[in-house]
């Protein structure tokens, strides 16, 4: 199993003016990084945050998480989300900085970190593992960093983001409720982002979500989350999470009962799933999210 990272990027809707993350109704006044994987690739077409696989580079100095998160985001979009703009870059007018190799640099670490570049302020929200069932794991740690008001370096590269080529199709900044709204019948999701989204959708307003983040404790956002899938007789898909009743004990390859992947009462007790219904390409629709425990990883 790979060691990854994603990263969470919020901005506010008021420095995304005429970005996409504008259209529509929204009741939330932020808007998420998203980007779509190109086909035949790791998680091929589907809608996600940025971030990837940890590198050597990303193990020293400092958190590799927090390093593998940043330089994915920043190798992916385009965005240097560090607390201030590097010395190196004041004298450049253009942005051929985002070519690293135009800097002499041997990694994104010798360029940023190496010359007294700290990144934004990050908070831990979770820890999810590549069901067994797959031939690709990943052991993925899912960092959240809001742009803020303060943040000058971080809100002037608003606007120029771009996606890898080869790697991404396209990229796009969309307030949670919407994502979600667009998700019961267009926008597929994978589990994580779709749990990720659903808690977020729980704050209208970024400062309430960066206050509340700052109260997350890690130990707990480090729990792992290994979800089982399995398709009920209606056809719905069902993702189950520790501490759901039905969550089967792994040791036993335990086979899961249909009766138990339905749920006639959502507020019962015992209840962390979430049901959805599987898209031609880039994941899941209509994802619903049933959580009545407090196994797991630490609510926003």
Same mark, same amino acid.
């Given at each position: 199993m790979r060691s990854a990272a994603s990263l969470i990027v919020t901005a506010p809707l008021a420095?995304?003016?005429?970005?996409t993350a504008a259209r529509g109704d929204t009741a939330c006044n932020?808007?998420?990084?998203?980007?779509?994987?190109?086909?035949?690739?790791?998680?091929?077409?589907? $809608?996600?945050?940025?971030?990837?696989?940890?590198e050597e580079q990303d193990k020293s100095p400092g958190d590799p998480h927090v390093a593998c998160a940043i330089r994915e985001t920043y190798e992916e979009t385009g965005l240097l989300l560090l607390?201030?703009?590097?010395?190196?870059?004041?004298?450049?007018?253009?942005?051929?900085?985002?070519?690293?190799s135009t800097m002499h640099s041997?990694?994104?670490?010798?360029?940023?970190?190496?010359?007294?570049?700290?990144?934004?302020?990050?908070?831990?929200?979770?820890?999810?593992?590549?069901?067994r069932a797959q031939h690709k794991r990943f052991d993925t740690r899912f960092l959240m960093l809001n742009i803020g008001d303060d943040d000058k370096f971080a809100l002037s590269q608003l606007g120029q983001e771009h996606v890898q080529a080869g790697e991404l199709a396209e990229l *796009?900044?969309?307030?949670? *409720?919407?994502?979600?709204?667009?998700?019961?019948?267009?926008?597929? $999701?994978?589990?994580?982002?779709?749990?990720?989204?659903?808690?977020?959708?729980?704050?209208?307003?970024?400062?309430? $979500?960066?206050?509340?983040?700052? $109260?997350?404790?890690?130990?707990?956002? *480090?729990?792992?989350?290994?979800?089982?899938?399995s398709r009920r007789s209606d056809g719905r898909v069902v993702a189950l999470f520790p501490g759901d009743r039905a969550y089967p004990d792994m040791q036993e390859?335990?086979?899961?009962?249909?009766?138990?992947?339905?749920?006639?009462?959502?507020?019962?007790?015992?209840?962390?799933?979430?049901?959805?219904?599987?898209?031609?390409?880039?994941?899941?629709?209509?994802?619903?999210?049933?959580?009545?425990?407090a196994y797991g990883q630490p609510r926003l």
């Open positions: 420095a995304l003016a005429g970005r932020y808007g998420v990084l998203m980007v779509r994987r190109v086909g035949g690739g790791s998680f091929g077409g589907a $809608l996600v945050f940025p971030g990837g696989v940890q607390a201030a703009e590097p010395p190196a870059l004041r004298a450049r007018a253009d942005a051929s900085f985002r070519d690293l041997t990694s994104f670490r010798d360029f940023c970190f190496n010359n007294g570049a700290s990144a934004l302020r990050t908070h831990m929200l979770a820890r999810w593992t590549t069901p *796009d900044w969309i307030a949670p *409720d919407q994502a979600l709204r667009d998700n019961r019948t267009t926008l597929a $999701l994978l589990p994580p982002q779709a749990y990720m989204l659903h808690e977020l959708s729980q704050f209208r307003r970024w400062q309430d $979500l960066a206050r509340r983040a700052e $109260l997350l404790v890690r130990s707990a956002a *480090d729990r792992p989350m290994e979800p089982v899938l390859n335990e086979l899961l009962c249909d009766t138990d992947l339905f749920c006639r009462e959502p507020h019962a007790l015992g209840l962390h799933r979430m049901e959805m219904d599987p898209a031609p390409v880039g994941g899941f629709l209509a994802t619903n999210l049933i959580r009545t425990v």
